[in-house]
């Protein structure tokens, strides 16, 4: 399941972005918020030249399924 409503409406890289930004908005600290958050910055960044559809798809995919087990991991600990 995903961590937010809404993951399998994603389909664009900017709707990825704020996607992952609002799942950073769950995490418990303050501090945990501002890594993964800078993280979904950078790997944006790093990505913006990518132009093959299969490719983005592929990334979507896993950056939901990776903000899916961070979410999971963080729930558990509490």
Known sequence: M???PGAELVRT???????LLRCCRLLPSAAMQDHYRHAVRQSFNSH???DDPERIRMI???AISDADWILDKYKKQK
């Open 2 to 4: 995903p961590p937010l």
């Open 60 to 62: 979507i995919q896993r």
């Open 13 to 19: 890289p900017l709707q990825l972005y704020r996607y």
């Open 48 to 50: 913006t030249d990518e």
